[in-house]
């Protein structure tokens, strides 16, 4: 059993929360959909669900859709709860206690998950929730992504990701306290921006002060001896070779390294001052 890290999330909410809200509102390069084969298949809702929203919130914090969809790709043997995942890979689990709560983390960090969503038999069966959850689990807990809220005719209701392997697969909307669905809502405690989302070799820089230096065709370094000699060592080829080869590196900012994008040396100089130029790579 584990016994998961909790910390309550008790802070006020932003002045003003948008009557509906989805998470591509604020991040709108997220893909939710293309979840990998064993994932969508895992019999077990809390790993798929823990597991989505992690690497959702990986995009997020790469700022680009990351290349590598899953830290954790496989379905293990036995039930894997949310909080156990969190804990296990992501430093713990916050609780979100409140509807603000729960809408502040929205609208600030990226989706959540309810551990406590328990369908009924007639929600499971209902037509437009049938491809989104197990009917295995109705009368009993089914954890769920939740991705934003929105208001009804029958008031406000949270939208629960669709993680079914049919399409298409539109969110599923909840109401407010319904199917227990606030019961335990929790978050996993790391805000990502220390995990690779990209394949090495890795080379780290400052860019702290150089907003959207993703951007652009590449980007120029002006770099010290001793930043040089790393570079030289992350391929061992050698430097000239490296760029008649076009090999591919990943540039991360050494303040974050999750911010990263994947280019070949394009030229190097000396001036008085190292001065190397990159070429991104599609990705």
């Known amino acids: 059993a584990h016994a998961a890290k909790k910390s309550t999330v008790d802070e006020m909410p932003p002045p003003e929360l948008p009557e509906h809200f989805h998470i591509t509102d604020r991040w709108g390069h997220l893909k939710l959909f293309e979840l990998e084969e064993d994932i969508v298949g895992c ?10 929203c992690s690497n959702i919130r990986g995009q997020i914090a790469h700022g680009r859709v990351t290349g590598e ?24 689990a916050k609780v979100l206690g409140t509807v603000d709560a729960i809408k502040t983390e929205l609208v600030t960090r990226g989706p959540v998950v309810s551990a406590s969503f328990t369908p009924t038999r007639h929600f499971v069966d ?34 629960l990701q669709n993680l ?4 298409p697969r539109a969110a599923v909307p909840v109401g407010f306290s319904r199917l227990r669905i606030e019961d335990e809502v929790l978050a996993p ?8 989302w990209k394949p090495g070799p890795y080379f780290h820089h400052d860019m702290s002060r150089s907003a959207g230096w993703r951007g652009g065709s590449g ?7 001793g930043q040089m000699k790393q570079l030289a060592a992350t391929f061992p080829q050698g430097l000239l070779a490296a760029g008649r080869a076009e090999t591919r590196i990943e540039l991360c900012n ?4 999750a911010e990263s994008r994947t280019a070949r040396l394009d030229e190097i100089f000396y001036d008085g001052v190292w001065k190397v130029s990159f070429k991104w790579i599609s990705d």
């Open 254 to 257: 050494a303040k974050k390294i």
């Open 126 to 159: 209902d037509a437009n929730n049938s491809s989104a959850l197990k009917p295995s689990r109705a009368g009993s807990r089914h954890p769920m992504l939740i991705i934003g809220w929105k208001r009804t005719a029958d008031g406000e209701a949270w939208l």
């Open 43 to 52: 019999p077990h809702p809390g790993k798929r669900a823990a597991v989505t």
């Open 164 to 167: 079914g392997p049919f399409i």
């Open 189 to 196: 405690a790391s805000d990502f921006g220390d995990v690779y």
């Open 69 to 92: 969809e899953y830290m954790v790709s496989t379905c293990e043997d036995g039930e894997f709860t949310v909080a156990a995942n969190f804990e296990k890979f992501h430093g713990g």
């Open 219 to 225: 980007v120029k370094m002006a770099m010290t001896d």
